[in-house]
């Protein structure tokens, strides 16, 4: 399979299966257009009669015998060999954990799929004997792996900071013991950001991911207090001092875009003009009724958008100012191996949600969707068949996913949006896909762009 | 070659065989690292 476009004045050639990414002139482009495997030797006649009269023989024979050579050195409509791979995927040990541990927040932000903060449970704090709790059932579902992780997550989760350190503090105490390495992150709306908690983060957290949506007027307009008045002054202050404080540690500052902003890019500038390099700004996941939704209407606009961004990437680049947006970071010479793209994110199988009970969901989309509870940490329960079910729900297992050209750099995309928006977690959202591929295309052209 | 410019280096299929280890961070899954 491959997948040929033109975007940029670049013509770019994907071949699916062997990960290989070609930039090939217009004569190449549209000779493509007339191959179909298996290539032989000589070029076929059609394509010499079709191009005949726009490029000279010699040339469209040439560019011909160039992607003959592609072709025998696997590079070019290479096999599909990855479904024997599929069908040994197993249950994985359960190697990350996202710890819901305020499940309350101090934002009314409008298109919070947690229901503000509660995910429609009620608002409560997790305590920390329930927080150790899970991170001997981790330690305990881990077996061989080294490298566990854990992620602060709410609601607020600086709403039960002491929790957290606590929390942090017992786990950092089993590491010797158990020979793990814990990473920790936490997802915060900056609020209750003080000296106190900005120093601890700094310290225990390998990645954190502050919330903003760009523009003042744009961020305050979704991302309200309870009495209503805007967070962009209050947070935007603090972020910088964390990031300044921080070093090279990683951390995102990560927004949302809604049918509101459709000229997102301007946000993503605005926050690099704050002064923040690593930056993501991603779309609104919401049913299509809610006010803020994205549509396929908006696809044209949210593309030109995308389009836009990655020009001025690149120009900012090449200058000498770039900047990392997370949804255009893309490595194509080794990135994450094959296993890895077949099975995705890993939720309900390497990765899990701890609610303030204890209680074990697959993922954080998850919570609150009773019918998909999966266990609890204080009886150290886990329904195994729900969690093979999610071992085995990969590329291979969805049939819209095995002829799609993005299936190995999106991995069948986000099972929790599957389901709330496409009925079945093995049947992709429309929409999340052709943004994801979009994305792609953009993120492989600024990659062709800067190897000039 | 005159009409193509490969990008990278493919190395797809030979990670089938050899990944799988479990240890990346769990995550747009392709901007991972191995």
Known sequence: ?452 | MKHIKTLNKANLKESAAKGGCGECQASTVANQKC
């Open chain 1, 1 to 452: 399979m491959i997948h040929t476009y033109e975007l940029n004045g670049y013509h770019i050639l994907l071949d699916v299966n062997s990960g290989a990414v070609h930039l090939v002139d217009k004569l190449c482009f549209e000779l493509l257009s007339y191959l179909t495997p298996p290539l032989s030797e000589r070029c076929p006649d059609a394509a010499l009669t079709a191009l005949g009269g726009k490029y000279p023989k010699a040339d469209i024979v040439a560019c011909y015998d160039e992607l003959y050579r592609l072709y025998t050195d696997g590079l070019l409509f290479s096999e599909d060999s990855y479904a024997q791979f599929a069908d040994q995927m197993v249950s994985s040990p359960v190697k990350a954990l996202c710890l819901h541990i305020a499940h309350d927040c101090n934002l009314r932000c409008s298109y919070c799929f947690a229901s503000t903060g509660d995910f429609g449970a009620g608002r409560k704090l997790m305590p920390a004997e329930t927080g150790k709790k899970a991170i001997d059932f981790l330690l305990k579902r881990s077996y061989g792996r080294r490298n566990l992780e854990v992620d602060f997550f709410g609601g607020e989760p600086l709403m039960n900071f002491d929790a957290v350190k606590e929390v942090v503090a017992y786990a950092r105490s089993k590491e010797a013991e158990y020979g793990k390495n814990f990473r920790f992150t936490i997802t915060t709306n900056g609020l209750m950001l003080n000296d106190d908690s900005i120093d601890f983060i700094n310290r225990e957290m390998s990645n954190v991911v502050l919330s903003i949506d760009g523009r003042r007027e744009v961020n305050d307009r979704v991302r309200a207090r309870v009495d209503g008045s805007g967070s962009y002054d209050a947070i935007v202050p603090k972020y910088r001092r964390l990031v300044e404080a921080r070093g090279d540690r990683d951390y995102y500052v990560r927004g949302t875009f809604t049918k509101y902003n459709l000229d997102f890019s301007k946000d993503v500038f605005h926050l690099n003009e704050l002064g923040f390099d690593q930056i993501s700004v991603e779309p609104v996941v919401a049913p299509a009724t809610a006010p803020y939704a994205l549509t396929e209407d908006d696809l044209p606009a949210i593309f030109a958008e995308y389009e836009k961004l990655s020009r001025e990437l690149i120009a900012r680049e090449k200058a000498g100012r770039g900047f990392n947006f997370f949804h255009f970071m893309l490595d194509l010479d080794q990135g994450p191996c094959a296993i890895k793209r077949l099975r995705g994110c890993g939720c309900g199988n390497e990765y899990v949600a701890v609610t303030p009970d204890g209680d074990i969901y697959p993922c954080h989309q998850f919570v609150g969707m009773e019918d998909w509870k999966m266990g609890s940490v204080l009886t150290d329960t886990l329904d195994l068949e729900k969690k093979d079910l999610f071992a085995r729900t990969n590329i291979y297992s969805k049939p819209e996913c095995q002829a799609c050209w993005a299936k190995f750099y999106c991995s069948g995309g986000c099972n929790a949006n599957s389901l709330q928006y496409a009925g079945s977690i093995t049947k992709p959202h429309r929409l999340s896909c052709e943004l994801e591929k979009k994305r792609l295309e953009c993120a492989i052209m600024i990659k062709a762009a800067l190897s000039e």
